[in-house]
C-alpha cells in the first residue's frame, strides 16, 4: 500500500530532528562503521508506514533490505523492517522512521480491531473515519486507517457535500436546507447530498426531501434502531450512517441498529505501537 509522500516531505521530517548533524555520532567518530538496523514487533499489530520508513532511511543514505507491506497484521517478536548502511546514516533514520511506524500502527491496529468487532455484528457495514486527525498527520492517518480496513469519511471539505447544523446558522432552519436540495444537485450533479441530524423528527424530514444519506449524530442506539428499519422500508436506497462518540467499547451496538456506515475518529487516538529497534555493527 502506497500514499505520496513527497521527497521534500520526507526531508522535512528528517531535518525537523537532525536541523544540522547529528552531534553524537560525529562525536564519537563512528559515522563511517557499517552496520544494520532490526525493527520487530513487541506485540501482535497490524504494520503501517513502513514504506515511508523506507523512503527515510534512503534518503538518509541506507539501504533497506527487507520490509512487511502496510496492512499486515502479524504477531509479537516478528521482524518488519531492516536497512544497512553507515552507522551515521542508520542513526539518523532511526528515530524517525521509528515514530512513523509506531504511530501509523497503532493508529491501524486499533482500526482493525473496531472494524472487526464491526463486521462481527454486520459484515457488510462500512466503518469509515473523519478529518479529526492531529493536524499535519492527514496522510499517514489516512494510510494508517486504510491499512486497518476502514477508509476515509471525506478527505476535505472539497470532496463531498455534507451540511452540518453549523449550516443552519446561516440558513436559520432544516426545511430552509431542503429548499435549497434542487440547487445543490444541479451545481454539483455528480455529487451525493448527504445531512447531518440530531433528532428523530429532522431525520424523516430531509428523508422526504430526497437526501442520499442521512447522518445520524449522537442518537442513541435504543432510539437508532427502530428509527433504521423505518427509514430503510419506506426508503430503501437512502444510505444511513451514524456518528458521534462511536468507539471500540459501543461499536457493536451500534452496528446492529441496522445502519450501512459508522464514522468514527477514535483510532486516531491511543498508544502508539511498541516496535522494538536493534543495530548491530557489520
Not at 514487533?41 to 520490509?67: D, I, N, S
Request: aromatic share 8%; with cysteine; charged share 20%.
Amino acid at each position: 500500500m502506497r500514499v505520496f509522500l513527497s521527497d521534500q516531505a520526507i526531508a522535512q521530517l528528517v531535518q525537523e530532528d537532525v536541523p544540522f548533524l547529528d552531534l553524537t555520532t560525529y562525536g564519537l567518530g563512528i559515522g563511517q562503521e557499517s552496520g544494520v538496523i532490526e525493527f520487530s514487533t513487541r506485540h501482535p499489530m497490524t504494520v503501517c508506514a513502513t514504506e515511508e520508513a523506507k523512503k527515510v532511511f534512503e534518503y538518509c543514505g541506507a539501504k533497506v533490505e527487507y520490509l512487511v507491506e502496510s496492512g499486515t497484521h502479524i504477531p509479537a517478536q516478528q521482524l518488519i523492517f531492516k536497512a544497512t548502511g553507515l552507522a551515521e546514516a542508520l542513526h539518523i533514520g532511526w528515530r524517525v522512521g521509528l515514530n512513523l511506524m509506531e504511530y501509523a500502527s497503532g493508529i491501524a491496529s486499533r482500526t482493525k480491531a473496531l472494524v472487526d468487532a464491526a463486521k462481527t455484528v454486520n459484515p457488510q457495514i462500512a466503518v469509515v473515519t473523519t478529518r479529526k486527525c492531529f493536524p499535519g498527520t492527514r496522510m499517514i492517518s489516512m494510510k494508517s486507517i486504510l491499512a486497518g480496513g476502514a477508509s476515509p469519511h471525506r478527505l476535505g471539505l472539497s470532496e463531498t457535500v455534507l451540511i452540518f447544523k453549523q449550516h443552519l446558522i446561516f440558513i436559520d432552519t432544516i426545511a430552509g436546507i431542503i429548499e435549497r436540495i434542487n440547487q445543490l444537485r444541479q451545481r454539483f450533479p455528480e455529487q451525493k447530498i448527504c445531512i447531518e441530524v440530531e433528532t428523530v423528527e429532522d431525520a424523516w424530514m430531509v428523508a422526504q426531501a430526497g437526501v442520499d444519506l442521512i447522518q445520524f449524530d449522537k442518537i442513541p442506539t435504543s432510539e437508532l434502531t427502530a428509527l433504521v428499519q423505518q427509514l430503510k422500508q419506506q426508503y430503501p436506497t437512502l444510505k444511513l450512517a451514524a456518528a458521534g462518540g462511536i468507539n471500540l467499547e459501543n461499536v457493536k451496538n451500534y452496528a446492529s441498529t441496522g445502519v450501512d456506515i459508522l464514522v468514527t475518529s477514535c483510532t486516531y487516538f491511543g498508544k502508539p505501537a511498541d516496535i522494538g529497534a536493534k543495530m548491530t555493527r557489520i
